[in-house]
């Protein structure tokens, strides 16, 4: 075996090539997988076979030599879930790869149990099983998702009792596996086109019981996570008692079986039309009730003295009013006869101060021509017409001047026109 690198005029030979891959793989060493047993097949006490990814598409060849197979203490079929001690094998001669099996086990119960119980603290911890996440049901959802397996006992029990208990209600079936590898990858694709759906008000997801492995689809994570991610209320009805799936634990509500969610998502139309009925009663007997109190509550009010006979109301009110009026009046008799003793004293001091009182006890007034009184004998020189006001009337008069001594009462007396001398 060369180890000069190959060239266009200086190429491996074939054989250099193959040995050099199987020098190479051979350094590999064993390592564990997991896997599916698709394949299983004996041909001169050794076992040719397939093992397929649990989730992904990818498979590997395998080989148990008969020496290997004779230390195996379990026995193996297409289906089983495996995990297998390998070391990768390249035959030269043939130019083909395989796995070579130096152990083989099942995957226990127990393993899965274990496994299960890490995702689900897990999951835990992140809140996704918290009771504040629970979503309240519709109490009459329009329409209903429904995942479930084609044509199964799970999809008539849900259908079934829906319609009997409310036969308007609409269904939006979407089948999925139940079982298997397709489970989770089916079941998180019908959740999520459910959800995208405005129409559905609520996830049924559906399963009629069966063993634990086969139920494992519905505990994969990616169906957990799914679930806590959707906006619409999903009820989870696997119906598993013993080993509730985890996907029980996310759900808005976990029925025990399918029977069982049609019951609780859809109301009784036969038992709500009771509760109408029951509650129209008890408003009737409420309402009866209440106006038997109110017309003895008003018996009773026109019974008291005060509204049995109204007319004291009159009579009390037609006394006082007498009552009144007559001190109005004795107040109205009183103010007058103040008003008028007050009137009769003002009337004396005006005619006391009056200048016709003074007129008529002989005085007069003597006037200029303007109208101004003349109060001394220089206002009026002599010749200055004078207006003289008497007691009952007026006189004419001519000043001749101021008088030389001469008495007041020797002064001739002047007519109604006469001049002043």
Do not use: C
């Not at 009771?131 to 849900?158: C, H, M, Q, W, Y």
């Not at 008692?241 to 009784?268: C, F, G, H």
């Not at 006189?395 to 007519?415: E, F, H, I, K």
């Amino acid at each position: 075996m060369t180890d000069a690198p190959a060239t266009r005029e200086a190429p491996w030979p074939v054989a250099v090539l193959s040995g050099k891959l199987k020098q190479y793989l051979d350094r590999l060493g064993t390592v564990w997988v997991e896997g599916e047993i698709t394949q299983w097949g004996i041909s001169a006490g050794n076992v040719y076979g397939k093992l397929k990814d649990l989730d992904a598409d990818a498979t590997l060849s395998f080989t148990v030599w008969s020496s290997v197979r004779a230390r195996f203490d379990e026995q193996f079929k297409p289906g089983d879930h495996v995990v297998a001690l390998v070391k990768p094998s390249w035959w030269v001669k043939g130019g083909s790869l395989s796995m070579q099996v130096f152990d083989l086990k099942h995957v226990g119960l127990g393993d899965l149990l274990e496994r299960l119980e890490r995702l689900r603290t897990q999951l835990a911890a992140e809140g996704l099983f918290a009771a504040e996440r629970k979503r309240r049901l519709p109490f009459l959802p329009g329409v209903i998702g429904l995942i479930t397996g084609k044509d199964s006992d799970a999809e008539n029990d849900v259908l079934r009792n829906a319609r009997l208990r409310w036969p308007a209600v609409e269904f939006r079936v979407v089948h999925a596996a139940v079982q298997g590898d397709r489970t989770a990858p089916e079941v998180v694709a019908a959740i999520k086109r459910l959800d995208a759906d405005p129409a559905v008000e609520v996830i049924i997801v559906a399963r009629g019981g069966g063993d634990f492995q086969n139920l494992l689809g519905f505990s994969d994570e990616r169906v957990v996570r799914a679930a806590a991610a959707v906006s619409t209320p999903i009820v989870s009805a696997i119906g598993h008692e013993a080993d509730r799936p985890l996907l029980d634990e996310v759900a808005d509500l976990r029925a025990s079986t399918p029977t069982d969610a049609a019951k609780r998502v859809v109301p009784d139309i036969n038992e709500e039309l009771v509760r109408i009925e029951q509650a129209r009663a008890r408003l009737g007997m409420r309402l009866s009730a209440m106006l038997a109190r109110e017309v003895d509550r008003i018996t009773h009010l026109r019974s008291r003295p005060a509204l049995a006979d109204t007319a004291w109301i009159i009579d009390r009110r037609a006394e006082d009013l007498t009552r009144w009026v007559a001190r109005g009046s004795e107040l109205i008799d009183r103010t007058l006869e103040r008003a008028t003793a007050r009137t009769a004293e003002l009337r004396g001091h005006l005619r006391a101060l009056s200048p016709q009182a003074t007129l008529d006890r002989g005085y007069a007034i003597v006037q200029g021509a303007d109208g101004h009184v003349l109060r001394t004998p220089a206002a009026a020189p002599d010749g200055t017409p004078l207006v003289v006001t008497l007691a009952e009337g007026a006189l004419a008069a001519v000043s001749r001047g101021p008088a030389q001594g001469r008495p007041v009462t020797d002064a001739p007396a002047a007519g109604p026109v006469a001049a002043a001398e």
